[in-house]
């Protein structure tokens, strides 16, 4: 389930408060007491969530050795909701409009009958959801980190993670904080005593008459989030111009490569969304033209290697999402030995992502950025 098998998908949170040293008993029985179904009073819509133990969906039977795996908690968010059949909906007024409006003289409805009609066929399929035939439900998988005190959640929804920070609330007293591209350049700034340069930074104009104070999809003017769309250009402009490998804080290095996918926008909001997709998206003409008209980069497929571990991903620049990522094969025999490590093989890519962001960070607040983005101008004045 969610983390221990396929792909990954994920947003990542700061939890409040101090990290667990491990993971025990207390924290089973916070979740059982809010398990899916303990809910008295459901939200306003009338939808419910809760936690499952992820043996599958009806599963709240919460265990140590089931829950708790290398020092991190894998469980799930289940949401249940009505979902209406719109069809049928307009199916049953169509028939009780018929019925109402028989014996008119005229053949048409009044708008009192339309009404009720409209009323009748509401009431009919809330009758009929009594019995859940309407019900959906969902599970979101959910990895609280210990040694990092990060969440982990498989979901790129709204709506469901504010459901989330509500019943993290709930059940831990607990208090979410988004990992994203401004946020996480905060944390990078504060171990180098750099927060002013993050403070100051602007959005960087990379085309003539680029310059803008704010992106479209960051109206906040205190957010920095824009720093993961300068991020993957410079990243781009890197792998073109520089090496395939970047040389990482902890003396390693990653190989990268732009692969499948690439989504570029307009920081205006003014000339729409270029995606593309392709074995190297970010070598086809297209892609450049799309820079040099003043697009920036908002998802960017990467494959990525380092320490013979390699990861296939796409990154959403702002957030730092990551959606359907490839991890290596587990090779431990028994069956404990493969979720252990596939809990070490999410760390590591988290790991080498942090650290590939550091990596940019480290350009990007120092005094010689101005001559980094002078190359980068250049490059897309000049490419084809």
Same mark, same amino acid.
């Given at each position: 389930?969610?983390?221990?098998?396929?792909?990954?998908?994920?947003?990542?949170?700061?939890?409040?408060?101090?990290?667990?040293?491990?993971?025990?008993?207390?924290?089973?029985?916070?979740?059982?007491?809010?398990?899916?179904?303990?809910?008295?009073?459901?939200?306003?819509?009338?939808?419910?969530?809760?936690?499952?133990?992820?043996?599958?969906?009806?599963?709240?039977?919460?265990?140590?050795?089931?829950?708790?795996?290398?020092?991190?908690?894998?469980?799930?968010?289940?949401?249940?909701?009505?979902?209406?059949?719109?069809?049928?909906?307009?199916?049953?007024?169509?028939?009780?409009?018929?019925?109402?409006?028989?014996?008119?003289?005229?053949?048409?409805?009044?708008?009192?009958?339309?009404?009720?009609?409209?009323?009748?066929?509401?009431?009919?399929?809330?009758?009929?959801?009594?019995?859940?035939?309407?019900?959906? #439900?969902?599970?979101?998988?959910?990895?609280?980190?210990?040694?990092?005190?990060?969440?982990?959640?498989?979901?790129?929804?709204?709506?469901?993670?504010?459901?989330?920070?509500?019943?993290?609330?709930?059940?831990?007293?607990?208090?979410?904080?988004?990992?994203?591209?401004?946020?996480?350049?905060?944390?990078?700034?504060?171990?180098?005593?750099?927060?002013?340069?993050?403070?100051?930074?602007?959005?960087?104009?990379?085309?003539?008459?680029?310059?803008?104070?704010?992106?479209?999809?960051?109206?906040?003017?205190?957010?920095?989030?824009?720093?993961?769309?300068?991020?993957?250009?410079?990243?781009?402009?890197?792998?073109?111009?520089?090496?395939?490998?970047?040389?990482?804080?902890?003396?390693?290095?990653?190989?990268?490569?732009?692969?499948?996918?690439?989504?570029?926008?307009?920081? #205006?909001?003014?000339?729409?969304?270029?995606?593309?997709?392709?074995?190297?998206?970010?070598?086809?003409?297209?892609?450049?033209?799309?820079?040099?008209?003043?697009?920036?980069? #908002?998802?960017?497929?990467?494959?990525?290697?380092?320490?013979?571990?390699?990861?296939?991903?796409?990154?959403?620049?702002?957030?730092?999402?990551?959606?359907?990522?490839?991890?290596?094969?587990?090779?431990?025999?028994?069956?404990?030995?493969?979720?252990?490590?596939?809990?070490?093989?999410?760390?590591?890519?988290?790991?080498?992502?942090?650290?590939?962001?550091?990596?940019?960070?480290?350009?990007?607040?120092?005094?010689?950025?101005?001559?980094?983005?002078?190359?980068?101008?250049?490059?897309?004045?000049?490419?084809?």
């Amino acid at each position: 389930m969610g983390f221990l098998s396929g792909r990954v998908t994920c947003m990542r949170y700061r939890v409040s408060g101090k990290a667990p040293r491990t993971f025990g008993l207390e924290h089973l029985d916070a979740l059982a007491s809010h398990a899916i179904g303990k809910q008295r009073v459901a939200a306003s819509d009338g939808s419910e969530a809760g936690w499952i133990a992820g043996d599958h969906i009806l599963d709240t039977n919460f265990e140590l050795a089931k829950n708790v795996v290398n020092d991190a908690l894998h469980i799930a968010m289940r949401v249940d909701e009505q979902k209406m059949p719109g069809d049928l909906l307009r199916a049953y007024y169509q028939v009780e409009l018929k019925a109402l409006t028989a014996s008119n003289p005229s053949g048409f409805p009044s708008a009192k009958q339309k009404r009720q009609a409209r009323e009748y066929a509401r009431d009919r399929l809330d009758n009929e959801a009594k019995d859940g035939r309407y019900l959906r #439900r969902k599970a979101i998988p959910i990895l609280w980190d210990a040694p990092s005190n990060e969440l982990l959640v498989g979901t790129t929804s709204g709506t469901a993670i504010d459901r989330l920070v509500t019943l993290m609330h709930q059940t831990f007293d607990r208090k979410l904080d988004l990992l994203g591209a401004g946020r996480q350049a905060f944390a990078h700034a504060e171990a180098g005593n750099l927060q002013r340069h993050v403070d100051d930074a602007k959005p960087t104009a990379f085309t003539p008459g680029g310059e803008v104070s704010e992106l479209a999809w960051t109206p906040d003017e205190n957010n920095r989030d824009f720093l993961g769309n300068e991020f993957l250009l410079w990243l781009w402009h890197y792998l073109e111009n520089e090496a395939d490998t970047v040389k990482l804080a902890d003396d390693s290095e990653v190989a990268v490569m732009i692969s499948r996918s690439l989504q570029l926008e307009c920081p #205006r909001g003014q000339t729409g969304r270029e995606s593309i997709s392709s074995d190297g998206p970010s070598k086809l003409p297209e892609a450049h033209r799309a820079l040099q008209a003043g697009k920036l980069p #908002r998802k960017m497929g990467l494959t990525l290697v380092r320490q013979d571990s390699q990861h296939e991903l796409t990154l959403q620049a702002e957030s730092l999402a990551i959606s359907g990522a490839k991890l290596p094969p587990p090779e431990a025999e028994d069956e404990r030995g493969r979720l252990e490590e596939r809990v070490t093989q999410v760390r590591h890519l988290l790991e080498t992502l942090d650290l590939l962001y550091a990596a940019y960070l480290n350009h990007r607040l120092g005094d010689a950025w101005g001559k980094e983005a002078a190359r980068i101008k250049k490059w897309l004045r000049l490419a084809p």
